[in-house]
């Protein structure tokens, strides 16, 4: 079997690596000896990539709590340890970090946390660096790749000396983009063992009380690391009526926009480096503070009382990222410069393209249903099926965090007033983000004698991410076969009735569409299974193509509600009915290449006009 070339460079290679990836190599050449993660974008490849190194354990756990929790438990062993996740994972893994602040480490304890700076693929953009202000702990922020994979082994270092998890705070743009890396070599570390120490490892409230006057203590040494680190670094510039103080990405943006100013980079970015921060100060008439996505370090800048003016986001974007293009006008004003922003050349406009699901997605089924049954309020969860929410199925009333969909679908449930009473109302969620978060909400619905139907779409699968294992997949981060959870007797076990537990194909509309009007209808709560996996794994069989029999289709457009990305419209038209209302029509055909044969969309065809298709062979002459 080849060796992943991540895994078998050499010392010196030099290799175009994403930040992950440079994270990854990085986590393994300090000598790691346990990672954990729960899947989630921009961070998952780090995962990923760790788990190529047969020399760590890594697993994928089933979220980011109990990740951090793994890797507390190896660090407390003696062994270095690591996590990863992306920003709202450290909002469900705060819990045991705070604690674990208190505690210290035993091995070197890293957190890489990848914010997601621009909404690519996530509820909200939130800023990673908080958690180093609210932990105490120490803030780490690479600019590039090389840069990630250098903060990183160090890091582990950095926990050790300073006895404290170290945050590496990534983004979106450092995670995905590929720069240069040069690698270096595997470090094996000694295991210290596990170190009975209940004082320090036993948070009980007199424990952890005399833990603080320590950690304020480890915080001057914090400070006193910052000021003295070369991850902080000031860059001269002639133009000395402007400094900037930036992080990050942010980073290269200032340096390609503003070479000709002084820059102080910071790397090692919480706590500030106030030696170097008041020797910008000394230098420029005012600063500038270039950082995604909050106005923190502008925040504790002001706070230090400078003599020099200090901007930030009053003249920059106030979200999303920072680039060059969008801080040269502002900057320009603030010097009383005239910019003229070059000519650009307009982008091609194109088809717009909103996401969508995948050719025969058995997600697909499920929504084309909920559209269609009539008095119910749909509260959504995260994952593909977030995607539930938009055309043509319009199917989710609510959708706000990991396995919120339960709790808020109860919340809707006891909350309701006299002119909702009549109204069903539906929690749907997927395999992985009901083992995540979802279990606990589905015990407070049977707990608290809600009425409420969860529909459970075990797609085996953490889809939306590309498809990683979870506990319903029946296989680990290796792809070696694992225990399989059985969501019936998991449900069961929650206090579900069995007669309200029911199993559906979500490719058979009218049995679907039974059930759901069935179980909306019974004053218990109830869960419905679909059981189809994921059409992007391995287990998923695609079966013969269907098409469309072009003299049978009417034009009537309901097989487009199922929002199959097979199916293509290849003439409209407008028809006006008897009562003398106008409809649009938009005559079909299916993309056989891509049609993997579900046979979802021939119940939606009252025509009989979809139809097995079967491929034309020439004879051979
Ligand atoms: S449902 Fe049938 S008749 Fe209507 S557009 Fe689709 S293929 Fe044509
Ligand atoms: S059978 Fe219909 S719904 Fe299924 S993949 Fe083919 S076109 Fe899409």
Redesign the pocket.
Known sequence: MLTHPLVSAEAGTKMLLSGNEAVARAVWEAGCRVAAAYPGTPSTEILENVCLFKDMYSEWSVNEKVSLEVAIGASMAGSRAFCAMKHVGLNVASDALMTQTLAGVGGGLVIAVADDVGFSSSQNEQDSRFWGRFAHLPILEPADSQEAFEMTRLAFGLSEDLDAPVILRMTTRICHVKAMVTVGERHEKAVAGFKKDPDRWVMTPAAAQKRVPWMLQRDRRLKDMANRSGLNRLEQGADKRLGFITSGPAYMHVKEAFPNHPILKMGFSHPLPEREIRALAEQVEKIVVAEEVEPLVEGELKAMGLDVVIHGKDILPEFGELSPANMRGPVAKLLGETYKPPVTIPPVKVFPRPPTMC??CPH?GVFYTLSRVRNIYISGDIGCYTLGAGHPWEALDTCISMGASMGIALGLDKGRGAVDEKKGIVGVIGDSTFLHMGMQGLLDIVYNKGNVTIMLLDNRAVGMTGGQENPGSGRDIHGEEAPRVDFAKLVEALGVRPERIRRVDPYVLPDLFKTVRHEVKQNEPSVILTDQPCVLIDDYDALK??YVEEDKCTGCANCLD?G?P??LVTKRGKEVKNNGKEVDLAWVK?ETSA????????DTCAHDA?LPFTPVVAEMP
């Open positions: 050719t025969a697909l193509p269907l199922v199959c097979a199916i299916i049609c993997t044969g579900c046979n979802l969309c021939p979809i």
